[in-house]
């Protein structure tokens, strides 16, 4: 069965289809006969017909009748084919002056249909039917001649009506003028139908109808030599260059038919009929011609529209494909506003595949979707504010900070993109920890030379001291009860300062590990039964959250132990009797090993955190200031990272990265 859909043919077509093929049987079945024989006819007057019909003379005639039946058919199916092209034209092109002077050659073929009605005697008149027949000819020609003069003046004298805005109204301009055309057509038609006394101007005699016949003649001429280049000047197409070179045959029909018949159906009689249907066939080929222009053009822009829809597509994939490759997160975000103009929010417009490696952002469905509703903490850590100062300002945005949200350190960079902003946004994590490597790399070295220094420079009198110490022992042997304490008291202090010297000899130097797989949630309990006497002391409460999926880590387990338990020690000594909870948490982020020891001690101040970890810095009474910084130093030989935070009155949080 033939599929319509997939030819994309209107239903409307279908049904009218339909419709053409059952109203014959519907109009039958009503009582209306289309029939022209409604009798038996007697095949004894046929023969009699046949044989009057076989006189030369009559012969002659009929033919004639035959082939102006045959041109003047011709000139009308031209005419209606022409005016359905011209509405075809002009619903594509929206140009007003192809549909009215299609209109125009329309009526024309109306003219010249009632021509043929009245030849044929299919339209009878009482008197004169011979003559009435040779009458419409002339006045065919008058009104094909004046109504295309008509529709194509209309533009000469009104040039508004190719404005752009009178465009809008030219369906209307169209119907109003076809209106008006059709009832002058028919207004023709009955006067030429009530006036049936015209024997004088008619054939067979003399013909005397040539004078009338120049009327016609005079207006092609005027519109071959005036009108009709003046029309194709103001409005140049095909169609109304054929329009002009149609005036030619007419002009060529008229003087055939005013000089040289003398008889209806004679030489110059047929070919006057051959020259108006080639004059009626020249602006159909125009109008053909134009579609096709036009169709060619179509199929142009179609081309263009297709290479210029894959240059873009190859475009979109590259910059797709750059987008997606790199290495930070690029969004393009237009701005929201309230009513009262002000920014409240932000809309994406475009984001890249890394949004979701850094923010967990699918970036399909982010399109269109508000910030603050995928990325609340942004917005609370100052990035609307930051954004409307880029808008407000027009300065670009060079922003870095660590988020405590997202646990990184981010480089925001962007700048005004009409009502919003482009960002791209850098983790820098690595960048930052390598910078604050590098930093206490560079203060474990210099507190090394220091130490080295000291410790050379006190050891050597130090030594001098202990020597001295024993060879007094050795002169003072007679009197060494008296001696003795003072002795024991410059030995003791002698060899603590010798202890200190080792211990910052040993925090400032890196720590020699050997390292093999650990359970870092093993080496955790081990290092909470060293301190569990601490904390039971102090009646704490701890409280132990120990992730389920922590790799295996490459660790020297006694020196982590060691680090571990300063800041476990720390933990406890900041924290109040019976009101302290101390927590202990491992966790899994993006396959590292995070540790945290957290309190809810005294906490330290910004001032203090800045030099937490520089030797010999402490607040404790008896403290020296060397623990973190041994602590840090072990954990830094791990290729580890410690950070800190810390609020005064709620407590501090150290966080170790493996």
Known sequence: MLNLKKYHIPNSVVWVTGIICALPVLLNVFGIDFGTVNHKIDPYQIAKIQEYERQSELKDFLLGRSLHTIFVSFTIAIAFLTVLLSFI??????????????????????????????STQVIRVPDQQVYLTAFTWFFCRMFHASILILGVSIFLVRLDLFREENRKNARRFVIYSGV???????????????RSDIYTVGYPNKNIAREYDLIPLILYILSAVYIFPKFYERHPSVFSQTLLLSSFPAIATQLYMAFGSDEMYDN?????????????????????????QTHRNEQRVIGELNREAARRKSTQDILSGVLNSSVSVIMGLKAIRNTAGHIIDFEWILINEMSERIFGIDAHSAYGKRMSKL?????????????????????????????PHYNKWLLLVGSRLDDGIA?????????????????????????????????????NPLTNIDLSIQQLKEELKTDAAAASPFLDIINRNSTRINQLITELL?????????????NVNEVLDDTLQLAIDRIHLKKIKLVKEYGSNIPTVMLDAEKIQTALLNLIINAVEAMEEEKGVLTIRTRNAANRC???VEDNGTGISNENLENLFVPFFSKKSKGMGLGLTATQNIIISHKGTIDVESTVGKGTKFTVTF
Request: proline share 3%.
């Open 180 to 194: 008006v055309f059709v009832l002058l057509t028919l207004i023709t038609m009955k006067i030429l139908i009530s």
């Open 89 to 118: 034209d002009f619903r594509i092109k929206g140009d007003v002056s192809t549909p009215i002077v299609g209109i125009a050659l329309f009526c024309a073929g109306l003219l010249d249909t009632f021509h043929i009605l009245v």
């Open 268 to 292: 110059s009689f047929n070919i006057a009929h051959v020259m108006t249907a080639f004059t009626y066939f020249i602006p159909f080929a125009g109008i053909s011609l134009n579609y096709l």
């Open 594 to 596: 995070v540790i945290e």
């Open 423 to 459: 960002l791209t946004v850098n983790d820098i994590s690595k960048r930052k920890n390598a910078q604050k490597e590098l930093m206490d790399s560079e203060k474990l070295a210099v507190t090394g030379r220091v130490s080295r220094t000291i410790a050379h420079e006190v050891r």
């Open 375 to 403: 990325m609340p903490h942004a917005f609370a850590e100052g990035w609307l504010e930051l954004f409307i100062k880029v808008i407000d300002s027009d300065h670009p945005l060079n922003h870095e900070y660590y988020s």
């Open 506 to 518: 040993n925090s400032s130097k890196p720590t020699q590990i050997e390292v093999k797989a650990c």
